[in-house]
C-alpha cells in the first residue's frame, strides 16, 4: 500500500512536469526507484535461501553417502545369494505374534482361575508367559530358519529352549503347591491338580510351537538381508524427506522472488497510468518512449549448486542451524536504514 501511495503521488507530480521527457529511453526516477528495491528485496530472499540451503545440501549429501553405502551393501547381499530377501514386511509376523500372546495370557488366565479366584501371583505369571514364551519362539524360530550353522546359535537356541520349557513347568508346579496349600486351608478346587497342570503346560507349548513356526515362515533364510533391506529404505525415506524439504524452501525463495518482481511492475504500472492520465488532463498526449518498454527485473538462480561444492559445504554441527520458519519471516523484512527504497511485499 506503501509503494502504491507512492505510485499515485509521484505519478501526478512527475506527469505535471513531465517527466520522464517524450524521447529520454531511460526510466523515471521513481521507476528506478522501484526496481532498485525491488532488486534488493529479492537480494535478501535470495541470500537467506542461499544460508540455508548452504546447510541443507551438506545434510543432503550425507544423507546420500549413507543411502548409497546401504544399497552398496543390500547390493552385495543381493548378488551373494542370487535373489532378494523373500520377506517383504514382519508387520503381519508381528500382529500374529501378538494374537499368541494374547491367547497365551487368556490360557494361563483361565487355567488359573478355575482353581479359585484370580490373585496377583495369577496376574503376574500371566504377564510373564504373555510376553516370555513368544519372544523365546520368536528366537527360536530364526535360529532354525537360518539353519543353525553357527555354533552361537545353536547354543542359545538350547538356552532359550531350556528356559522357555523349565519356565511352563516352574509356574504349574508353583501354581499347583499354591492350589494344595488352598485347599488344606478349605478352598475347593474345580479340576485335580494334574489335570490342571498337565492342561496348562499342554496348551502353553502349543502355543509355544505356534510361535516358533510363525517366527520360522516370517524369517528370511539368511540372517542378514533383511536388516539390509530394512536400513537401505529407512535411509531412502530420510533421504527423500530431506530432499522434499530442500526443494519445497527452494520453491518457496523463488515463489516470493517472483511474487517481488509482479509487485514492481504493478507498482510501475500504476506509476505511468496516473502519469498520463495527468498529463492528457494537462493537453499533453505525448507518451515518453521509455514507457513502451516493460521493466525487467531479474531473478538470481535458485538451482541448486553441484554435488562437488555441496561436499565442501558441509559444516560442523556446533554451526548455527537455520530454522525455515526463521528464513522465511526474515527474508521478505524492510532493511529498516534503507526503509523509504525498500519493498514492503
Known sequence: MFWRLKAWYYGKKDGKIGLPQRDDPKQAPFEQRVHAAADNTIKKIHGKWESADSLMSAR?????????????NYD????????????????????????????????????????????IITIIMTISIMIGLPLAGHFCGRFIKHGLKDKKEKILFFIVMCIAVSFLVAVAIIRNIYMTIAAQNGQERMISSTTATFTFITLNLTLFIA???????????????????????????????IRANRESLRDKKKGESE?????????????????????????????????????????????????????????????????ISDIVGEATKRDISNEKDALPF
Open 259 to 323: 511474487a517481488v518482481v509482479e509487485a514492481a511492475k504493478e507498482i510501475i504500472a500504476a506509476y505511468r497510468d496516473h502519469n498520463l492520465r495527468k498529463r492528457m488532463k494537462l493537453g499533453n498526449m505525448e507518451r515518453p518512449i521509455s514507457f513502451n518498454n516493460n521493466p525487467v527485473i531479474d531473478i538470481p538462480s535458485f538451482e541448486f549448486e553441484t554435488e562437488s561444492n555441496d561436499h565442501q559445504n558441509v559444516r560442523s554441527e556446533h554451526k548455527k542451524i537455520y530454522k
Open 76 to 119: 552385495k547381499a543381493i548378488n551373494r545369494l542370487g535373489r532378494d530377501t523373500t520377506v517383504n514386511s514382519m508387520a503381519h509376523y508381528y500382529i500374529v505374534l501378538s494374537i499368541i500372546g494374547l491367547a497365551e495370557a487368556a490360557t494361563t488366565y483361565v487355567i488359573f482361575g478355575l482353581f479359585g479366584e484370580s490373585s
Open 60 to 72: 543432503y549429501q550425507i544423507t546420500k553417502d549413507t543411502l548409497r553405502r546401504a544399497w552398496d
Open 211 to 241: 510361535s516358533i513356526i510363525a517366527s520360522y515362515f516370517a524369517h528370511d533364510s539368511d540372517p542378514h538381508i533383511y536388516g539390509l533391506k530394512r536400513r537401505y529404505e529407512k535411509n531412502h525415506r530420510r533421504f527423500q524427506k
